[in-house]
């Protein structure tokens, strides 16, 4: 019986640089389908050799999430996602592979079914979205057996504030032992953690993280055409579950007898919506969008009143594209609030104040946000950490 630390053995396997691994692929919008895509294709683009790991889901698992079959076989998915980097404006993805998942629909999340490494090509290092993810279920190898050099995580959910959001005491304690087997996980599964902001309470991981700047937004969003004098509007977008702060978008716009524009689609929208019309605000559900960017031009301001992110995507994809932004103050949008054009508030009295500010606050060129969220930087610091 073999060691546990003894590597994994490939057979007929090129080796590769870096294998990118993803709990989660396009189309679902997640933030490891996104982060990912982009990771795979920028670090092949910076010349290494990349292999790029993503979930497959059968068909029942693609109808509990898309509500239908999407893709009848592995092949569909590869030849859909290099089409989708295409459009999204992403470099070329190199080698996809596949491992085994299921989505839970009770959990809202793809369970690993497949050891992910054991799937992979043999490779100096590993770039792994969400390590403490790829533990769940007791199938994927611990970084000893891997054989790498190294395999750098990259941590992005806040599961106990999702946990602890109910309120009630039990709650409280899973959310508690959650966080602790997690933390459990990602020492098993990675060398290294990286952060994606302070939001996240890594107490106990310290000898393992790394601060680095990993992730950008598309450049589509910097072709974004500049607001203009006439420009007035005000949006939202993202998933619709009240602890998106929908709440206070539906408040804030009734306060003020602002119109706000609503995108994006999720499990509470029915209730969301319905809460708009009982309180008479001026606010419009535009559904959901795959280009962000073509609906923006005819906003200043986006308005982002949740508390529940770790990094949220769209408050740096708005910045980028020029618009003012309405945040509040929390450790998730820690990153943001040396940026020009970042309105941040304490109470919702303020975030009104804030708003208006905001419609008539002249916008500062974007060209720091532009800098910090470059993809090709951050694929650079992510080669650097993995290889240098």
Avoid at 94 to 102: D, Q
Avoid at 196 to 212: K, Q, T, V
Wanted: overall charge neutral; aromatic content about 10%.
């Amino acid at each position: 019986m073999p060691l546990l630390s003894e590597p994994r053995r490939h057979v007929n396997r090129s080796p590769v640089d870096i294998v990118v691994l993803t709990t989660a692929a396009l189309p679902w919008r997640t933030g490891p389908a996104l982060f990912s895509l982009w990771h795979a294709g920028g670090l092949a683009a910076l010349g290494y050799r990349v292999a790029y790991g993503v979930p497959w889901l059968e068909a029942p698992s693609q109808k509990r999430l898309w509500g239908e079959v999407v893709f009848s076989d592995r092949n569909a998915q590869a030849d859909w996602l290099r089409a989708e980097a295409r459009r999204l404006g992403a470099p070329p993805l190199p080698e996809i592979f596949f491992f085994n998942g299921v989505f839970s629909k009770t959990m809202f999340s793809i369970f690993i079914t497949g050891d992910a490494f054991a799937a992979a090509p043999p490779a100096r290092a590993f770039l792994v979205q969400e390590p403490e993810h790829f533990g769940w279920l007791p199938v994927t190898s611990p970084k000893q057996r891997v054989g790498a050099e190294k395999i750098v995580g990259i941590v992005m959910t806040n599961y106990g504030h999702y946990i602890r959001r109910a309120g009630r005491p039990d709650r409280a304690v899973f959310a508690a032992l959650v966080e602790r087997a997690h933390k459990r996980l990602m020492r098993r599964h990675a060398d290294v953690i990286v952060p994606l902001s302070p939001a996240l309470d890594l107490r106990g991981l310290e000898d393992l993280i790394a601060w680095r700047q990993v992730t950008g937004v598309l450049q589509r969003f910097a072709e974004v055409p500049p607001v203009t004098d006439d420009t007035r509007g005000v949006y939202f977008l993202g998933r619709l579950t009240w602890d998106k702060g929908l709440r206070d978008v539906i408040d804030t716009a009734k306060a003020l007898d602002l119109p706000i524009d609503v995108h994006g689609e999720g499990p509470d929208q029915a209730a969301i919506r319905e809460a708009a019309a009982d309180a008479g605000a001026p606010v419009r559900f535009l559904g959901p969008t795959a280009s962000p960017w073509e609906v923006m031009e005819n906003y200043r301001v986006f308005f982002n009143p949740s508390f529940s992110e770790v990094l949220c995507s769209t408050t740096a994809e708005a910045l980028v594209a020029g618009r003012q932004v309405v945040v509040p103050r929390c450790p998730a949008n820690q990153p943001f609030f040396d940026l020009p054009n970042v309105h941040v508030y304490d109470t919702p009295e303020e975030g009104q104040a804030a708003l208006r500010h905001a419609l008539t606050a002249e916008v500062v060129a974007p060209t720091q946000a532009r800098a910090r969220f470059d993809w090709g930087a951050a694929c650079r610091s992510v080669a650097d950490l993995l290889l240098g």
